[in-house]
């Protein structure tokens, strides 16, 4: 039976630790990820951050919530968070949620959830209209990154290499590289 979006708030500030996601009504959990998985994440959080301007933006990692028009919740890797969105939520006792688009969301595939990643979240970011999707693939080494063009269609590049501009976050640059170890 699904389960209403009060509940999966309660449930979820219960229990933050599971960093639970609601879609089409059911829970889900993120599972447990690899090493490869967390330091891509944390790497790039890092970078991003330094490269920011302070309350402008803030990078969440593994932390904040989407939310799509269906009521589906999902909790992006890493995000980047404009300051005015961000003030919405201060003093509030609910979950860390944004409804409108932001600038960067990304997944970091892994292999408990790369097929996930793929079909569902990386689709439900699209229909968000977020400006930037990007999917960061530890073991092929690449990036692949979705930009939002004007017509509200999106264009699809892969990096292997190089230093990769984030189109939504001007001077903001992710040197390919300097993710893997």
């Given at each position: 039976?699904?389960?209403?979006?009060?509940?999966?708030?309660?449930i979820a500030l219960?229990?933050?630790?599971?960093?639970w996601?609601?879609v089409?009504g059911?829970l889900r959990r993120?599972?447990?990820?690899?090493q490869?998985h967390?330091d891509v994440?944390?790497?790039l959080g890092h970078y991003l951050?330094?490269q920011l301007?302070?309350g402008?933006?803030?990078?969440?990692?593994?932390?904040s919530?989407?939310r799509?028009?269906?009521g589906n919740?999902?909790v992006?890797?890493?995000?980047?968070?404009?300051?005015?969105?961000?003030?919405?939520?201060?003093?509030t006792?609910g979950?860390e949620?944004?409804?409108?688009?932001?600038?960067?969301v990304?997944e970091?595939?892994?292999p408990?959830t790369g097929?996930?990643d793929?079909?569902?979240k990386?689709?439900?970011y699209?229909e968000r209209?977020?400006?930037e999707i990007?999917?960061v693939h530890?073991?092929?080494r690449t990036?692949?990154?979705w930009?939002?063009?004007?017509?509200?269609?999106?264009q699809?590049s892969?990096?292997a290499?190089?230093?990769?501009?984030?189109?939504?976050l001007p001077?903001?640059?992710i040197?390919?590289?300097?993710?893997?170890r």
């Amino acid at each position: 039976m699904p389960i209403s979006e009060a509940t999966y708030e309660r449930i979820a500030l219960e229990d933050p630790e599971a960093n639970w996601e609601l879609v089409c009504g059911r829970l889900r959990r993120k599972p447990e990820m690899t090493q490869e998985h967390n330091d891509v994440i944390t790497l790039l959080g890092h970078y991003l951050q330094q490269q920011l301007p302070l309350g402008q933006y803030t990078v969440r990692t593994n932390m904040s919530r989407t939310r799509l028009r269906l009521g589906n919740y999902y909790v992006p890797d890493v995000s980047v968070i404009p300051e005015s969105q961000r003030r919405g939520q201060a003093g509030t006792k609910g979950l860390e949620t944004y409804d409108e688009p932001l600038p960067l969301v990304v997944e970091v595939w892994s292999p408990s959830t790369g097929e996930y990643d793929v079909t569902e979240k990386l689709a439900g970011y699209r229909e968000r209209g977020d400006a930037e999707i990007w999917l960061v693939h530890p073991y092929e080494r690449t990036i692949t990154a979705w930009r939002r063009r004007p017509d509200g269609s999106y264009q699809e590049s892969r990096f292997a290499e190089g230093e990769v501009q984030v189109e939504a976050l001007p001077g903001v640059t992710i040197r390919v590289a300097s993710l893997f170890r």
